[in-house]
């Protein structure tokens, strides 16, 4: 016990020092947003369908009673919680690919209309009639947004909201990019729309290239992590329904030693999971919560007295 206590003393130690000279010293990484705010963003995105909170809160009753059973038929408390986040780690710990490649077909999806916009306009249309008439073969991923600003149009919207409820659906900073060129030709009608609309359209399908190239290298490591996790998790589930197997684990300093390895494999997982996770850029048509940059703050107009008046002096200016 002396020996388990004198471990953890010197990991906070070292944990410590680290921190203070990296506060002193400071990194060469760029600046984040505070994780307060970040996750507030991230609690602020798209609404979540009712779909997606019926499986977190099945995912949720699962888990609590796969936690009392284990507790309950072993007697061992850090192990039946282990099994009962199990139930919710294994799936967290595989979305980030999902989300990527959910957000890579959305670029494809973006460059092949921005390209088919740029054609309507060589038609000759306006840009107006050439966004209502893109919803017709629209691509899949983004059918529903296309046709809402269809609808917005129609329904007489200015092209400028219209463009702006656009961006804040697709919620993206390459969108936002694709949206911005649209919202400046509709301020001032110049030529030359087409032309950049189809350069835009080769920057996002070079985009998607590198995603899908960075995609597939992450591939092979996040199915290590998954086979790892799944292994590990069914050796300790089976070892649980072994009573000789899990004796030493039911003493306080059992359960000590198992929740620190618990706590170390989980924090292990959740640094793989976030270097192969996709990191959203933070917008540019919005004020974005999750970064760092904050537009400046307006200086306040002074009050009718504190303005001084052309041929007078301040009392006391004089000497």
Do not use: C
């Amino acid at each position: 016990m002396t020996l388990l206590w004198g471990l953890l003393s010197g990991m906070a130690v070292m944990a410590g020092l680290i921190g203070v000279v990296a506060g002193a010293a400071g990194t060469t990484a760029p600046r984040r947003a505070p994780l307060r705010q970040r996750w507030k963003a991230q609690r602020a995105g798209k609404e979540q369908s009712e779909a997606i909170r019926l499986r977190r809160r099945t995912l949720m009753v699962l888990a609590f009673v796969v936690f009392i059973v284990v507790w309950l038929v072993s007697g061992n408390f850090v192990g039946g919680a282990l099994l009962g986040s199990a139930v919710i780690g294994v799936p967290w710990l595989i979305a980030p690919g999902q989300v990527a490649q959910e957000r890579i077909g959305q670029l494809e999806a973006l460059s092949e209309w921005t390209q088919r916009l740029a054609g309507l306009l060589r038609l000759g249309m306006g840009l107006e009639q050439a966004m209502i008439t893109s919803r017709q073969g629209a691509p899949d991923e983004l059918a529903p947004q296309i046709v809402n600003l269809s609808d917005r149009l129609r329904l007489g919207w200015r092209p400028r909201a219209a463009l702006r409820a656009f961006s804040d659906e697709l919620d993206d900073v390459t969108a936002d990019k694709v949206v911005a060129a649209l919202i400046l030709s509709v301020n001032d009608r110049g030529p030359g729309l087409a032309q950049a609309l189809e350069d835009l359209a080769g920057t996002v399908r070079d985009e998607v290239a590198k995603k899908r190239a960075i995609e597939a290298d992450r591939a092979k490591p996040r199915t290590t992590v998954r086979w790892m996790t799944v292994i590990t998790v069914g050796v300790v589930a089976a070892g649980f329904f072994v009573p000789s197997y899990t004796r030493p684990y039911s003493t306080l300093l059992g359960q000590l030693v198992l929740a620190f390895l618990m706590a170390g494999f989980i924090a292990v997982l959740a640094l793989m999971r976030q270097l192969g996770s996709f990191r959203r850029i933070p917008r540019f048509l919005i004020n974005d919560p999750s970064s760092a940059v904050r537009l400046p703050v307006p200086a306040k107009e002074p009050a009718v007295g504190d303005v001084p008046v052309a041929g007078h002096e301040p009392e006391g200016a004089r000497s």
